[in-house]
C-alpha cells in the first residue's frame, strides 16, 4: 500500500506511518466444483477495467462480505504492535469474472483497488487481509468495499489499541550474610591418636532470619556441607584427628543466599613420640547429611603399607550398617565410602558415623560427627487468575458490572501463606493471610466502572511470603446484558 496519503490519513487515528497492507488471496472452490482451477492475485486492472466491473448488468454474479476481524480486537499492551484485520468475499461465479475490492479504514480513508481473476461455476471464496502498525491508542473499524463484478460493502469491524508500559516488579535485596572462623586449639603437640586433635568452630551472622548453605573447607579441599536457619548469629562447626605432624587452614564458604567466605583459621600439629606406623590405617573421615529424606553418608580413606587383605565396616552411632573388603597389592591408600543410609528416631537429631579397618595384624578406626535433619521449609506456587461470574446489580446504576475471580495456592506442606491482588497494576485491597496445606482455592471480586456498561481490564494474584510467586497477569473482559424490550 502506498504511504501517501493514507499514511497521512491513518494517522489522524493513532495508526503508524507506515500502513503494512497486503492481501492473502485463498481461494477455495465449493465441494461441487474442487478440481476447478484457483486463480491468483492480480495487480490492478486500472480504471477502465474498474469501470467495467462497476458497470455490470444485473446479470452480474452475487456477491457478499463477511465482517472484518482483527487479530488484535481490544489490544492492551507495549507498543507499536501490529494488527492484521481479514476478511472473506463470496462470489458466485459462472464462467469468468474479475473481482475489485479496497478497504475503507474509520478515519474516512481507502486503501488502493485490489482485484482478482475468477473462474469457474459455483461459489468462490477470497480470503482478503491488511496489516496495520500502532504506536499509540486508538479505536477504530475496517471494512471491505466490493466494487465489482457487484457492489457491496461489509459491516464495520471495530477494535481498540491500549499502549502500555511493561509492570516491572523489582526484586528485593536479600538479607546481609557474613562468617568468622577459629581453631580450637590453634596449636597441637602430643600423641597423635585417634580422636579429634582440632575443632574447627565458626559463627554466621545475618541481617534478617534466613536459610543458610556453607560448606567447610580444609586446606583448599571442601570437607563437609550444611544448611541451617540462622535468626540473628549461630554457631557450626567440625573437627580433625591428624595421624601426622602437619599445619594448615580451615574456611567456611557461604554459598546462599549470597556467596561470601570467612576468615583463614590457620593450625599446627606437632606429633611427638609417635608410635610406629601400623600396616592399616584410616583417616580423612567426612560425613554429609542430607536433609532430602533425611538421610547420611559418608567417605573415609583406608591406606596400607603393604600387600594386604584389608577389611573395614561402617558404624551409625555405634550400630553396624555396612562391610566390605580391599585388596592391597602393595602400599596405597583408597577411598571407601557409606552411601547414603535413612535416618529414624533420635538419630535424626544428629549423631556419630565410624569407621573401623583390620588387616595384616593391624587394626585402626576414625569417628566423625554428622548434623542434625533440618525440615525443608514449604513452598508456595499459584494457578493463573480465572474470571468466575459476573455480578449485573451494578448495570441499574449506570455502572459496567461486578467481575468475580478465582486462583488456587498449592504448597507443599502445612504453612501461612500472605498474598495480595492486582487489577490493572494497582494494589487492590490489603494484603491477605490464609493457612494453606496442599491446594486451595482463593477468590476475589471487584465493582463495575463508573458510567459504563462494561468493566474489563487485567488482573493478577501476588504472593508475598512463604515464597515470593505471580500468578501472572490475566485480562478479564465483562458487559452489561442488553435491556430486554417492553
Not at 34 to 61: D, E, I, M, R
Not at 110 to 127: F, N, P
Not at 416 to 441: F, I
Request: charged letters at 20%; one cysteine or more; hydrophobic letters at 35%.
Amino acid at each position: 500500500m502506498k504511504s501517501s496519503p493514507l499514511a497521512r490519513k491513518a494517522a489522524a487515528f493513532g495508526a503508524s506511518a507506515t500502513v503494512l497492507a497486503g492481501m492473502v488471496a485463498a481461494l477455495v472452490a465449493s465441494p461441487a466444483q474442487a478440481a476447478t482451477p484457483v486463480a491468483t492475485a492480480a495487480p490492478a486492472a486500472g480504471t477502465a477495467g474498474l469501470s467495467a466491473a462497476a458497470t455490470a448488468t444485473k446479470s452480474a454474479p452475487k456477491v457478499s462480505v463477511s465482517t472484518p476481524r482483527a487479530s488484535k480486537a481490544d489490544y492492551e499492551g507495549s507498543c507499536p504492535v501490529n494488527v492484521t484485520f481479514s476478511s472473506k468475499i463470496k462470489v458466485a461465479v459462472k464462467g469468468k469474472t474479475t473481482l475489485a475490492y479496497r478497504w475503507l479504514h474509520g478515519d474516512g480513508s481507502k486503501g488502493k483497488i485490489e482485484t482478482v481473476k475468477l473462474k469457474g461455476h459455483g461459489a468462490k471464496y477470497v480470503k482478503v487481509s491488511e496489516k496495520l502498525s500502532f504506536k499509540e491508542n486508538v479505536k477504530g473499524w475496517e471494512a471491505v468495499q466490493v466494487l465489482g463484478p457487484r457492489k457491496a460493502v461489509s459491516k464495520k469491524g471495530y477494535f481498540s489499541v491500549s499502549c502500555q508500559s511493561p509492570i516491572v516488579i523489582e526484586e528485593e535485596q536479600g538479607p546481609e550474610v557474613s562468617a568468622r572462623v577459629w581453631a580450637s586449639p590453634s596449636s597441637y603437640v602430643g600423641a597423635c591418636t585417634p580422636g579429634d586433635k582440632i575443632d574447627f568452630t565458626g559463627r554466621i551472622k545475618v541481617s534478617d532470619p534466613t536459610w543458610v548453605k556453607y560448606r567447610w573447607v580444609l586446606n583448599g579441599k571442601v570437607v563437609d556441607y550444611g544448611r541451617t536457619k540462622v535468626y540473628s548469629s549461630k554457631t557450626v562447626g567440625f573437627g580433625i584427628s591428624p595421624r601426622e605432624s602437619q599445619r594448615g587452614y580451615a574456611q567456611l564458604e557461604i554459598l546462599g543466599p549470597d556467596r561470601t567466605s570467612s576468615n583463614r583459621a590457620y593450625y599446627k600439629v606437632w606429633c611427638k613420640d609417635e608410635a610406629p606406623a601400623t600396616r592399616v590405617s584410616v583417616s580423612s573421615l567426612v560425613t554429609a547429611t542430607n536433609n532430602d529424606g533425611c538421610k547420611v553418608g559418608a567417605h573415609a580413606t583406608l591406606s596400607s603399607i603393604g600387600r594386604a587383605r584389608v577389611e573395614y565396616t561402617w558404624l551409625v552411632n555405634g550400630k553396624a550398617v555396612d562391610s566390605d573388603y580391599a585388596y592391597f597389592s602393595g602400599a596405597g591408600s583408597r577411598t571407601v565410602t557409606l552411601s547414603d543410609r535413612v535416618l529414624a528416631g533420635d538419630a535424626t537429631k544428629g549423631g556419630k558415623i565410624t569407621l573401623t579397618a583390620s588387616g595384616a595384624g593391624s587394626t585402626d578406626s576414625i569417628t566423625q560427627s554428622y548434623a542434625a535433619c533440618e525440615t525443608p521449609k514449604p513452598t508456595v506456587s499459584v494457578s493463573a487468575v480465572s474470571q468466575t461470574g459476573q455480578r449485573n446489580d451494578m448495570c441499574a446504576d449506570k455502572r459496567g458490572p461486578g467481575v468475580d475471580f478465582k486462583a488456587t495456592l498449592t504448597s507443599t506442606g502445612a504453612t501461612t501463606v500472605k498474598y495480595y491482588w492486582l487489577v490493572n497494576g494497582e494494589k487492590d485491597g490489603g494484603e491477605l493471610t490464609r493457612e494453606v496445606n496442599g491446594s486451595l482455592d482463593v477468590t476475589w471480586g471487584i465493582g463495575g466502572t463508573h458510567n459504563a456498561s462494561e468493566t474489563k481490564g487485567n488482573i493478577q494474584l501476588v504472593v508475598v511470603s512463604p515464597t515470593s510467586v505471580t500468578s501472572g497477569n490475566a485480562a478479564f473482559s465483562a458487559v452489561c446484558p442488553k435491556p430486554v424490550a417492553g
